[in-house]
């Protein structure tokens, strides 16, 4: 008989992984909707977005690179770059991508190397069903890879408002 909560213990194992303001961000490379490799290390000299959405062309997931879309102008000259990932494979990335024209690049991170290194997979609920998955986060970079924000609690229609 056990009376530990298994689920609690996953949300604090997920929260404790979560990349935390200061850390150094490894390098890490995956490819892209087109099937570039991008690398981390690419960006450094630049201050990068990377935002984590749970699967690309849904409502909310939807709403939050749309949002950055229209705003992408006003955070390319505040000197952001932007990176998306999901877990989606490429061909969902390019036909998201495609169908929304997004300036910007979307990791297709199907093996969860990068969701992992930023420690955003953890338990999720949605209509009272427990999983795991992509917790929506987005991490903003500063030019020597360090950490700079975490938002966690992401506004999907105002994504933006909340970077800058």
Same mark, same amino acid.
């Given at each position: *008989?056990?009376?530990?909560?298994?689920?609690?213990?996953?949300?604090?194992?997920?929260?404790?992984?979560?990349? &935390?303001?200061? +850390?150094?961000?490894?390098?890490?490379?995956?490819?892209?909707?087109?099937?570039? !490799?991008? @690398?981390?290390? $690419?960006?450094?000299?630049?201050?990068?977005?990377?935002?984590?959405?749970?699967?690309?062309? @849904? /409502?909310?997931?939807?709403?939050?690179?749309?949002?950055?879309?229209?705003?992408?102008?006003?955070? &390319?000259?505040?000197?952001?770059?932007?990176?998306?990932?999901?877990?989606?494979?490429? !061909?969902?990335?390019?036909? *998201?991508?495609? !169908?929304? $024209?997004?300036?910007?690049?979307?990791?297709?991170?199907? +093996?969860?190397?990068?969701?992992?290194?930023? #420690?955003?997979?953890? /338990? &999720?609920?949605?209509? #009272?069903?427990?999983?795991?998955?992509?917790?929506?986060?987005?991490?903003?970079?500063?030019? &020597?890879?360090?950490?700079?924000?975490?938002? +966690?609690?992401? @506004? @999907?229609? +105002?994504?933006?408002?909340?970077?800058?």
């Amino acid at each position: *008989f056990c009376l530990f909560d298994f689920s609690l213990f996953s949300y604090l194992k997920f929260r404790l992984d979560m990349l &935390k303001v200061g +850390d150094k961000v490894r390098n890490f490379s995956s490819v892209d909707q087109y099937g570039n !490799k991008i @690398t981390f290390s $690419d960006f450094f000299g630049k201050k990068l977005v990377v935002f984590f959405y749970p699967r690309a062309n @849904t /409502p909310g997931c939807t709403a939050q690179a749309c949002n950055l879309r229209d705003n992408y102008e006003e955070l &390319k000259n505040a000197g952001f770059s932007l990176l998306g990932v999901s877990a989606d494979s490429i !061909k969902h990335q390019l036909n *998201f991508s495609n !169908k929304f $024209d997004f300036p910007f690049s979307l990791l297709a991170d199907e +093996d969860r190397s990068v969701i992992n290194l930023f #420690g955003v997979w953890g /338990p &999720k609920k949605f209509q #009272g069903r427990e999983y795991e998955g992509i917790n929506r986060a987005t991490f903003i970079i500063d030019e &020597k890879g360090i950490v700079d924000r975490v938002i +966690d609690k992401v @506004t @999907t229609k +105002d994504h933006a408002s909340q970077i800058l």
